[in-house]
């Protein structure tokens, strides 16, 4: 039975969680809606402690841990249920365990590198990272090295992989109802208001004509995928488009937003139809099971000059066989992790106390995570670019600064500022002083939602 789903998307988040989720409520209150999913569009910064600058791609004046670590410790707890993708800003060890997508913190949900899940019967595809064409037919190469320049993975880490871009197209056209990226679709905004953006950013007019704005990987998505929805943000502007396939069949509306500052678009409630009725939950997406399970021969980890195994012209998407094998694999797992019966692939709820990552010497983004351990255990699949938690490994007092931080601050003394957006620009919301007297935190907290 159809349902309907609210759902707020949310430009760049750059760790203000809090304002977010206040944001939210007044719109619920204002609006007289119940918000069912939060979608946030990267740059999410789900910063645990002062260690995780090492793996953060911002200039060492700029760092701030922000209101995630809350979130993370059990502090605070998300009062919507959150999905993101990553960004050009991340804590890209915690995600880069986490590369097929996990909870990061309760009802906080990483979508990984590049993923498709159930959103309470609507289909949802996440897109992590920003373009890059130096390491677009590389591996993902940065965690599993043993040794590495952490000027060269700390950006290659969020660049998007010819291989993720693969598996996603391998959904299908018009297969899903959305899709999140950081990274624009490149070219899109000449399906919308383009002469009013150039006005409103000059400093886009360049790349625009030079059809140069955005992610070419994303631009095959976007025709590959041909979803009801495109979400993006990076660019920290509003933008609406829509986007005519030109095949008779129904177009894609993309949406941009900002990143949330005050009198900026960074929030929009959308009412959307959902396959089924019931609790919003997510849920483990059967096809997309297969697909990781079918491509993952294609996954490589070794360091630049290896390029990654070549993506194969002829390849055939799962059979429903396939879909059907990984589907009864997910049910036995998430069965024993209790699911119930009417969403037999929910995604096990984030148990137990937060994960305290133990620390490799010489490689700040390699870090274990048993979500992924089950996660691939699951599908029957060994780690490639991840590696599994052992038992030597023991996870490392949480919370403490470590002396090696700033060892990291001289390779952004001289590294060149990223292409876009500068950081002067990310950094003008970083710095940006607190409003006088918050509202008190705990009325912001909703009620848990009534199921029935
Ligand atoms: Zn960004
Ligand atoms: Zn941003």
Request: glycine share 6%.
């Amino acid at each position: 039975m159809a349902s309907h789903l609210n759902v707020i998307v949310e430009g760049c988040c750059h760790g203000e969680l809090d304002n977010i989720y206040a944001s939210i409520a007044e719109v619920e209150r204002r609006r007289g809606v119940k918000v069912d999913l939060l979608l946030c569009c990267g740059d999410f910064q789900s910063l645990r402690a002062e260690q995780d600058y090492d793996a953060l791609a911002v200039p060492p004046k700029y760092r701030e841990l922000k209101d995630f670590k809350k979130y993370w410790s059990g502090e605070k707890k998300a009062p919507v249920l959150t999905v993101f993708v990553g960004g050009n800003h991340e804590a890209s060890n915690f995600l880069g365990s986490l590369f097929y997508g996990g909870w990061v913190a309760p009802n906080i949900y990483y979508m990984g590198a590049a993923g498709c899940i159930n959103v309470g019967g609507w289909r949802l595809v996440g897109a992590s990272g920003i373009w890059h064409k130096r390491h677009y037919q590389l591996n993902h190469y940065e965690l599993r090295a043993e040794r590495v320049d952490v000027r060269d993975v700390i950006r290659s880490a969020y660049h998007v992989r010819e291989v993720d871009v693969f598996r996603l197209a391998l959904l299908g056209e018009r297969s899903v109802d959305a899709v999140v990226s950081h990274d624009w679709p490149r070219g899109v905004e000449r399906h919308g208001d383009a002469a009013g953006l150039a006005r409103r950013k000059p400093h886009f007019r360049d790349e625009m004509q030079r059809n140069d704005l955005g992610s070419p990987a994303n631009e095959i998505l976007l025709n590959a995928l041909k979803p009801a929805h495109w979400f993006s943000a990076h660019l920290h502007c509003k933008f609406a488009a829509l986007v005519n396939h030109g095949d008779g069949g129904k177009p894609t509306r993309f949406l941009a937003l900002d990143k949330c500052l005050p009198r900026r678009d960074f929030l929009q409630l959308i009412t959307v139809e959902r396959s089924k009725s019931g609790p919003v939950e997510l849920e483990y997406d059967a096809e997309w099971l297969a697909i990781l399970i079918k491509t993952h021969s294609l996954l490589g980890f070794e360091p630049p000059p290896a390029r990654a195994p070549p993506i194969p012209e002829e390849f055939q998407r799962p059979s429903s066989a396939d879909i059907a094998g990984a589907r009864a694999r997910a049910e036995k797992y998430c069965r024993r992790a209790g699911a119930p019966a009417e969403a037999p692939l929910r995604v096990p709820p984030l148990s137990g106390p937060p994960w305290h990552p133990p620390r490799h010497r010489f490689n700040p983004l390699q870090e274990a995570n048993p979500q992924t351990d089950a996660f691939l255990k699951m599908l029957g699949l060994e780690h490639v670019v991840t590696v599994p938690v052992t038992a030597q490994m023991r996870p490392c007092p949480p919370c403490k600064p470590l002396a090696s931080t700033t060892a990291h601050d001289a390779v952004f003394a001289n590294a060149a500022p990223p292409p876009v957006p500068p950081p002067t620009t990310e950094a003008s919301g970083v710095s940006t002083p607190p409003p006088p007297s918050p509202p008190k935190r705990s009325e912001l907290v909703l009620p848990p939602p009534v199921n029935d």
